[in-house]
């Protein structure tokens, strides 16, 4: 019986300095003789650069004073808010003074900045592009032509995923200090360990080959800080040529203008339903508007549409499906991974496309799901090559469907009073724990405490409250015994990200992985110290016995040295392929008349994970993320004016939840189905936000009896919608 893992335990590792107020974030590192670094941002979406002026004495570069690969803009800028110079200056106030006196001529350039107008291509995004469509795929299995021709009915729409800001609270930052030999960065990233490497290659022409980067605490990310910006670079580079430490750190503006923004996913579509409102084909395009073409990044973001379109079919029987897949350049903003990476949009499309079916067809939108759920799985191969590894699907939707019978008659005397009431549901398409590895050292100290030291990189998670569960778990030791130390390259040989819903099934993983193996090697310990078979001696709470002999932790930690083994093993958690989490999320929700705003009444949540390695832990993920996935459908919108300006830059004009519109989430762990790791769990991290999307429009919809096709939902939209 487990006798740690799966307990509800608070987060004894992360919290007491942050409730303490001893948790240091990028911002609070300060060093004597600091440059503060203030970058000079493009007041235009797209122009070209005539020249640029810097103020006399000061110090100021721009992008023929740098390295090509560093990424200031050198000849056009293609979004708002593109780098084009860096101030340093003794105090930020001083340099932001200085970047106000930078002059830059512009050639303004036409900004393409609709999808619409990005199709017709009468402007380019870039000057050297031939065409807007940077990017493109096709997915087709099946025979598209025979599921059209048997069809009762086609229904034909546009359905848009709207582009989203990450809105993490901490914006991006960096600090560099190079003290003539060693680099040291601190960051405000999801990914040190790449970073190191990036910016190893970069400094390495430059003799700098000594480079530690540490990720301190970090106010949040949801993917937006996984990529290599070129502030980050910048600052490095600077530290080295002038000596001096150097400070960066975003306005809130800034972030919103230069962080990667999310989704920007469109499907125009064709669906075939037959009478039974079985769903036989679907046909259409998918459009991504990928904002700004920086090729390096796009790429890898397209990567997210082309995951949509595989994952389109869900988790239903759909015999055929043709889709177009574009990468459009516009002169926004460019898009990168957000809370899901293209999962959120395929369950979004595909949920979208069984409700207006079932409302077409006069089916209940749990019965047409019922319909058309496919049978239970274990490593099945969808035609678009997908892999689910395991699942049980009918036996979900047996658990959750009183639940939904609960809130049907929960609206039904809501609308009873008169008032506009609805239930929503969505069955959430998910791959989670993607490879290739995750690493982690554990050490026993003389002192008998356990050290676990992970390759991977959390940010706000409780990950490092698992990971210590964990190798309490095996060491079968109390949790307050366990330390976990993570985000600094120099603890570990190599290390990966946090993302992806990843870290505790691969992560944790590799903690049990390293865990095991140092116990087998101290094992070994005891058995020459001792002079008897391994097999001979006991492994209980903590203690090696044999007979009469019995020695601690600490014990053969020390005896370790003597014989010349360290009491410590690294691993590296290879993950073969990843999982597929799934589940099933409903909400009741209420319109009000007058005003259309939406308020949700009850909101429940069905997930297999896996095994729940902690589920206060688990909890906290779907509570926020499903706040997350509420938050695009009702509130999170950004606008660009015509002219490419950024409308939505600050939180006065961006609207996201505050406490106020939290909702309690009622949530159930299925474990029905596990994942072959050691661990058995398969990631929770963004499967709320994927779910709590759909969810919510579709209870709207049922809520006012029409068909919606845009988010979010804002009071306005509904009111509209009511009086048409």
Same mark, same amino acid.
């Given at each position: 019986?487990?006798?740690?893992?799966?307990?509800?335990?608070?987060?004894?590792?992360?919290?007491?300095?942050?409730?303490?107020?001893?948790?240091?974030?990028?911002?609070?590192?300060?060093?004597?003789?600091?440059?503060?670094? !203030?970058?000079?941002?493009?007041?235009?979406?797209?122009?070209?650069?005539?020249?640029?002026?810097?103020?006399?004495?000061?110090?100021?570069?721009?992008?023929?004073?740098?390295?090509?690969?560093?990424?200031?803009? =050198?000849?056009?800028?293609?979004?708002?808010?593109?780098?084009?110079?860096? &101030?340093?200056?003794?105090?930020?106030?001083?340099?932001?003074?200085?970047?106000?006196?930078?002059?830059?001529?512009?050639?303004?350039?036409?900004?393409?900045?609709?999808?619409?107008?990005?199709?017709?291509?009468?402007?380019?995004?870039?000057?050297?592009?031939?065409?807007?469509?940077?990017?493109?795929?096709? !997915?087709?299995?099946?025979?598209?032509?025979?599921?059209?021709?048997?069809?009762?009915?086609?229904?034909?729409?546009?359905?848009?995923?709207?582009?989203?800001?990450?809105?993490?609270?901490?914006?991006?930052?960096?600090?560099?200090?190079?003290?003539?030999?060693?680099?040291?960065?601190?960051?405000?990233?999801?990914?040190?360990?790449?970073?190191?490497?990036?910016?190893?290659?970069?400094?390495?022409?430059?003799?700098?080959?000594?480079?530690?980067?540490?990720?301190?605490?970090?106010?949040?990310?949801?993917?937006?800080?996984?990529?290599?910006?070129?502030?980050?670079?910048?600052?490095?580079?600077?530290?080295?040529?002038?000596?001096?430490?150097?400070?960066?750190?975003?306005?809130?503006?800034?972030?919103?203008?230069?962080?990667?923004?999310?989704?920007?996913?469109?499907?125009?579509?064709?669906?075939?339903?037959?009478? @039974?409102?079985?769903?036989?084909?679907?046909?259409?395009?998918?459009?991504?508007?990928?904002?700004?073409?920086?090729?390096?990044?796009?790429?890898?973001?397209?990567?997210?549409?082309?995951?949509?379109?595989?994952?389109? &079919?869900?988790?239903?029987?759909?015999?055929?499906?043709?889709?177009?897949?574009?990468?459009?350049?516009?002169? =926004?903003?460019?898009?990168?991974?957000?809370?899901?990476?293209?999962?959120?949009?395929?369950?979004?499309?595909?949920?979208?496309?069984?409700?207006?079916?079932?409302?077409?067809?006069?089916?209940?939108?749990?019965?047409?799901?019922?319909?058309?759920?496919?049978?239970?799985?274990?490593?099945?191969?969808?035609?678009?090559?997908?892999?689910?590894?395991?699942?049980?699907?009918?036996?979900?939707?047996?658990?959750?469907?009183?639940?939904?019978?609960?809130?049907?008659?929960?609206?039904?005397?809501?609308?009873?009073?008169?008032?506009?009431?609805?239930?929503?549901?969505?069955?959430?398409?998910?791959?989670?724990?993607?490879?290739?590895?995750?690493?982690?050292?554990?050490?026993?100290?003389?002192?008998?405490?356990?050290?676990?030291?992970?390759?991977?990189? #959390?940010?706000?998670?409780?990950?490092?409250?698992?990971?210590?569960?964990?190798?309490?778990?095996?060491?079968?030791?109390?949790?307050?015994?366990?330390?976990?130390?993570?985000?600094?390259?120099?603890?570990?040989?190599?290390?990966?990200?946090?993302?992806?819903?990843?870290?505790?099934?691969?992560?944790?993983?590799?903690? %049990?992985?390293?865990?095991?193996?140092?116990?087998? =090697?101290?094992?070994?310990?005891?058995?020459?110290?001792?002079?008897?078979?391994?097999?001979?001696?006991? %492994?209980?709470?903590?203690?090696?016995?044999?007979?009469?002999?019995?020695?601690?932790?600490?014990?053969?930690?020390?005896?370790? &040295?003597?014989?010349?083994?360290?009491?410590? *093993?690294?691993?590296?958690?290879?993950?073969?392929?990843?999982?597929?989490? %799934?589940?099933?999320?409903?909400?009741?929700?209420?319109?009000?008349?007058?005003?259309?705003?939406?308020?949700?009444?009850?909101?429940?949540?069905?997930?297999?994970?896996?095994?729940?390695?902690?589920?206060?832990?688990? *909890?906290?993920?779907?509570?926020?993320?499903?706040?997350?996935?509420?938050?695009?459908?009702?509130?999170?919108?950004?606008? %660009?004016?015509?002219?490419?300006?950024?409308?939505?830059?600050?939180?006065?004009?961006?609207?996201?939840?505050?406490?106020? @519109?939290?909702?309690?989430? *009622?949530?159930?762990?299925?474990?029905?189905?596990?994942?072959?790791?050691?661990?058995?769990? =398969?990631?929770?991290?963004?499967?709320?936000?994927?779910?709590?999307?759909?969810?919510?429009?579709?209870?709207?919809?049922?809520?006012?009896?029409?068909?919606?096709?845009?988010?979010?939902?804002? #009071?306005?939209?509904?009111?509209?919608?009511?009086?048409?």
């Amino acid at each position: 019986m487990p006798r740690v893992i799966g307990k509800p335990l608070k987060r004894i590792i992360e919290d007491p300095p942050l409730i303490t107020g001893k948790g240091r974030f990028v911002y609070d590192i300060d060093f004597r003789g600091t440059l503060y670094a !203030v970058f000079v941002r493009s007041q235009y979406p797209h122009a070209r650069i005539k020249s640029v002026k810097c103020p006399e004495k000061a110090l100021c570069y721009t992008a023929k004073d740098l390295p090509d690969i560093i990424g200031l803009a =050198k000849e056009e800028v293609i979004y708002q808010g593109q780098p084009i110079a860096v &101030i340093l200056a003794e105090d930020e106030y001083k340099a932001r003074d200085l970047a106000e006196q930078v002059e830059v001529e512009y050639e303004p350039l036409p900004a393409v900045i609709n999808v619409e107008d990005a199709l017709k291509g009468n402007y380019k995004a870039k000057s050297d592009l031939n065409s807007n469509i940077v990017l493109e795929d096709n !997915v087709e299995v099946g025979d598209i032509n025979s599921a059209f021709k048997r069809a009762y009915k086609i229904i034909e729409a546009e359905v848009v995923n709207q582009r989203v800001i990450p809105s993490a609270m901490e914006p991006r930052g960096a600090v560099a200090y190079f003290d003539g030999r060693r680099l040291t960065v601190w960051s405000s990233t999801q990914t040190p360990f790449d970073l190191k490497k990036s910016l190893s290659e970069l400094l390495g022409k430059y003799g700098v080959y000594d480079i530690r980067v540490i990720q301190p605490f970090v106010g949040g990310a949801f993917g937006s800080k996984i990529i290599n910006y070129p502030e980050e670079f910048i600052v490095a580079y600077l530290a080295v040529v002038t000596g001096r430490p150097v400070k960066w750190f975003n306005t809130r503006s800034e972030d919103m203008m230069t962080t990667n923004h999310g989704r920007d996913m469109r499907l125009r579509f064709k669906a075939a339903f037959d009478s @039974e409102g079985k769903l036989l084909g679907i046909e259409g395009t998918l459009i991504m508007d990928l904002g700004a073409p920086i090729m390096e990044i796009v790429r890898d973001s397209f990567g997210m549409a082309t995951t949509a379109a595989r994952l389109l &079919i869900g988790r239903y029987k759909v015999e055929a499906l043709k889709v177009k897949v574009l990468g459009v350049a516009t002169n =926004k903003t460019f898009i990168g991974a957000y809370r899901g990476a293209g999962r959120p949009e395929a369950t979004y499309f595909i949920e979208r496309i069984l409700n207006l079916g079932a409302r077409a067809l006069g089916i209940d939108q749990f019965e047409i799901r019922e319909r058309n759920i496919m049978d239970d799985v274990n490593y099945y191969k969808l035609p678009t090559g997908i892999v689910y590894d395991s699942g049980r699907y009918r036996e979900m939707l047996r658990i959750a469907k009183p639940y939904y019978q609960e809130l049907i008659k929960k609206r039904d005397e809501l609308r009873a009073k008169g008032k506009l009431a609805g239930v929503g549901v969505a069955i959430v398409s998910e791959i989670a724990s993607f490879g290739p590895w995750s690493t982690s050292k554990v050490k026993v100290l003389p002192n008998g405490r356990i050290q676990v030291i992970t390759g991977t990189t #959390p940010h706000g998670q409780g990950d490092a409250t698992a990971f210590a569960q964990i190798a309490a778990e095996v060491f079968e030791v109390d949790v307050d015994k366990v330390d976990v130390l993570w985000g600094d390259t120099d603890l570990i040989a190599d290390g990966d990200l946090t993302a992806g819903s990843r870290s505790i099934t691969v992560g944790g993983s590799a903690v %049990y992985e390293a865990s095991r193996r140092l116990k087998e =090697k101290l094992l070994r310990v005891v058995s020459e110290k001792l002079g008897v078979k391994p097999e001979e001696i006991e %492994y209980r709470d903590g203690k090696f016995t044999h007979k009469q002999s019995q020695m601690s932790l600490a014990d053969v930690a020390k005896e370790a &040295i003597n014989m010349g083994m360290l009491p410590e *093993e690294e691993y590296s958690y290879v993950m073969n392929l990843y999982t597929s989490p %799934y589940g099933i999320h409903m909400a009741l929700v209420e319109v009000d008349r007058e005003t259309g705003f939406v308020k949700i009444l009850d909101y429940k949540g069905f997930d297999d994970v896996g095994v729940v390695v902690n589920p206060i832990l688990a *909890e906290g993920q779907v509570h926020g993320g499903a706040l997350q996935g509420i938050s695009q459908a009702l509130y999170e919108e950004t606008v %660009y004016s015509p002219e490419g300006n950024l409308i939505t830059s600050n939180f006065s004009d961006y609207v996201i939840p505050t406490a106020v @519109e939290g909702v309690k989430v *009622e949530w159930k762990s299925l474990a029905l189905a596990k994942s072959d790791t050691p661990i058995g769990s =398969k990631g929770i991290g963004e499967l709320p936000t994927i779910a709590a999307t759909p969810t919510i429009l579709h209870a709207v919809e049922d809520a006012i009896g029409k068909n919606i096709y845009t988010m979010p939902i804002k #009071p306005e939209i509904v009111l509209k919608l009511l009086t048409e």
